[in-house]
């Protein structure tokens, strides 16, 4: 977008103005980037914690587990993307054909 609309007429944006434009867009984005951050570590920890009793002492974990536990708590450092993971996510909860379950498989 370079243009706006003044009085009815369309004028050409300043630097500056093109400037601000850029920077609320990028805040923006980083807005989003870290509220799907917090919502993947939210449902990370859901998911550890669900495997927690795995780590009692008088149970033995399998490797398996011990892999998907790992996998777990790299999330989300090992994400380059949240946004589209966050969003290849909610496509797959939604049953969108052809997306797969972005996370780890549990065993």
């Given at each position: ?33 870290a509220l799907c951050l917090e919502s993947i570590r ?66």
């Amino acid at each position: 977008m370079t243009t706006k609309i003044v009085n009815g007429e369309e004028v050409q944006l300043t630097d500056a103005e093109e400037q601000a434009l850029l920077d609320r867009k990028t805040r923006s984005e980083a807005g989003a980037s870290a509220l799907c951050l917090e919502s993947i570590r939210r449902e990370r920890n859901k998911r550890l914690q669900e495997t927690d009793y795995f780590s009692l002492n008088d149970v033995t974990l399998t490797d398996d587990m011990k892999a998907y536990r790992v996998a777990l708590r790299n999330l989300p450092a090992n994400t380059s993307d949240p946004v589209a993971f966050q969003n290849q996510w909610n496509e797959f909860e939604q049953g969108k054909d052809g997306v797969a379950d972005p996370w780890p498989t549990k065993p």
